[in-house]
């Protein structure tokens, strides 16, 4: 092995044995990576509570979006629909808008900081940083209609999907970046 590989693979070995015993998780290997989640931030403010809400950071430490966990579709009036909320790294504000639509099922971020909705009513929107919507997709098989999404996750190139009936769709996301190329 090269030098240092050794030293290297012990070193590995003491902290994995080290977080067993503390009943810290240990690191979890995909795709030759390690990866380890935990926590990394707290905040004291009150509207931002991860246990009352879905908070989603954009790749490189940019934006974050948050809604509430059970973002449902309310009845009453606007002031009663639920914000999905755009904030800086630093949780200064950078947008908000009214989610009017159907139960979120999944958020999470594109590549370029474009922040990916998807709805059980099986329809995907896309949205600037700003909170300026870019574009509305079905989630659907060629040809056919949208169907009920029951469970979804966001990754960098678009929607992976879920159906009632338990088909899996992708959707390639690709908003128009626009007249300045994005």
């Known amino acids: 092995p090269p030098a240092g590989e050794g030293a290297k693979a012990m070193a590995e070995d003491a902290l994995a044995d080290l977080q067993a015993r503390a009943g810290v998780p240990s690191w979890l290997e995909l795709g030759g990576m390690r990866y380890h989640r935990r926590q990394f931030w707290t905040t004291r403010r009150r509207d931002l509570q991860p ?6 950071g954009a790749p ?18 606007d002031s009663q629909w639920p914000r999905v909320r755009i904030l800086t790294a630093a949780l200064e504000p950078l947008a908000s808008f009214a989610w009017t639509h159907p139960r979120i099922v999944c958020i999470g971020w594109l590549r370029g900081e474009l ?8 329809t995907a929107r896309a949205y600037d940083v700003r909170g300026a919507m870019l574009g509305e997709w079905l989630l659907a098989e060629d040809g056919g209609g949208p169907e009920e999404v029951v469970d979804g996750v966001v990754i960098p190139s678009g929607v992976v999907a879920v159906t009632k009936s338990l088909r899996v769709i992708y ?3 690709a908003p128009d970046p626009g007249p300045a190329g994005g």
């Not at 246990?51 to 989603?56: D, N």
């Not at 809604?67 to 579709?73: K, L």
């Open 60 to 77: 490189g430490g940019g934006a974050l979006a948050a809604v509430r966990a059970d973002a449902a579709r309310a009845v009453k009036s």
């Open 171 to 173: 959707l390639e996301l």
């Open 115 to 122: 922040l990916a909705v998807a709805a059980e009513d099986g």
């Open 51 to 56: 246990s009352a809400q879905i908070i989603v």
